[in-house]
């Protein structure tokens, strides 16, 4: 990343700032082309609960499905940001890419389906797109069309510095926890304990799954559903009191029922690590304290 002279923090290279209005277009392409990725995942992989088999991700150069079984066969499908390729390889030696560009989301689609066709992989995906306020079916997306490098990149290598954090902080828990998992429907990156203990019911297919059982979700998102770039946590279901507990740094949101850390606050900590681990443990502790979670039993 660039330095400035007025920003000699070593951290800001490792962190790098991306605002959500220097990238809106190529944030809102990305997010159709994640998808796309994803709903292949989706369709290939063996339901695992919560919805994990789903879930991409963080690899050395991008995102990655990992390997899914296909016909006797594995295939991965990986995101590679530093080189922008989206590379498709198999267990049986094929590999295939396609230049990661400015190009429509319906041609991005077409071009992918081609591939996994010539190398004898044929998958029917559901092609609306989901969590988007206006879904455009992916092989008529001619509405999002841009990809910016640089911005991709930068996502990537906040993904890259979140990610051993999240495992970090996942290593501490010894009850059930979720991978750390890149979600493409709403574009972030999450880990979630759980209390071992059923939740009330809630309706829809997705949030039935989802929140069947006790659980605080921590996670980041690059921009949708905040202001700008935030770490969240949140407990579900929430316990009474959560939203006058303390946690630092963050703060508690009344709008989104969430604490949640700006991520250009936690760029700017001494120790971004030791912020954001910080940020975790204390929102964790609120609701895990609340919901009267057996920490003893559930904590290293």
């Avoid at 991409?56 to 991008?62: A, R």
């Avoid at 429509?104 to 029917?124: G, P, W």
């Amino acid at each position: 990343m660039e330095a400035r002279a007025s920003e000699p923090n070593p951290n800001f290279e490792q962190w790098p700032s991306l605002p959500l209005e220097s990238w809106q277009d190529t944030y809102a392409t990305l997010h159709m082309w994640l998808q796309i990725i994803g709903k292949i995942r989706l369709k290939l992989s063996p339901p695992v609960n919560h919805w994990w088999h789903c879930a991409l991700y963080v690899s050395p150069c991008g995102l990655t499905t990992s390997a899914m079984p296909y016909d006797q066969r594995l295939v991965e499908i990986e995101f590679d940001f530093i080189n922008h390729q989206l590379h498709i390889s198999t267990s049986d030696g094929l590999k295939q890419s396609l230049a990661l560009a400015p190009k429509t989301v319906a041609d991005f689609y077409q071009e992918v389906m081609q591939m996994l066709h010539s190398m004898n992989i044929d998958v029917d995906i559901n092609t609306k797109p989901q969590e988007v306020p206006t879904p455009i079916p992916f092989e008529t997306d001619t509405a999002h069309s841009s990809y910016d490098p640089e911005s991709a990149h930068k996502l990537w290598r906040i993904l890259a510095s979140i990610e051993p954090v999240f495992e970090e902080f996942r290593g501490r828990f010894l009850g059930k926890s979720s991978p750390v998992n890149f979600y493409w429907g709403s574009l972030d990156i999450a880990v979630t304990r759980f209390s071992g203990r059923r939740a009330p019911a809630r309706p829809g297919i997705i949030t039935s799954e989802a929140y069947s059982h006790e659980c605080i979700s921590a996670g980041f998102w690059p921009g949708a559903g905040y202001t700008g770039p935030a770490f969240y946590s949140y407990t579900a279901p929430a316990p009474p009191g959560l939203a006058d507990q303390k946690v630092s740094p963050g703060f508690y949101s009344a709008q989104l029922s969430e604490f949640l850390l700006p991520y250009d606050e936690l760029r700017q900590a001494e120790s971004p690590r030791e912020a954001l681990l910080q940020f975790l443990q204390s929102s964790y502790e609120a609701g895990a304290n609340l919901g009267n979670w057996d920490r003893k039993e559930l904590e290293r």
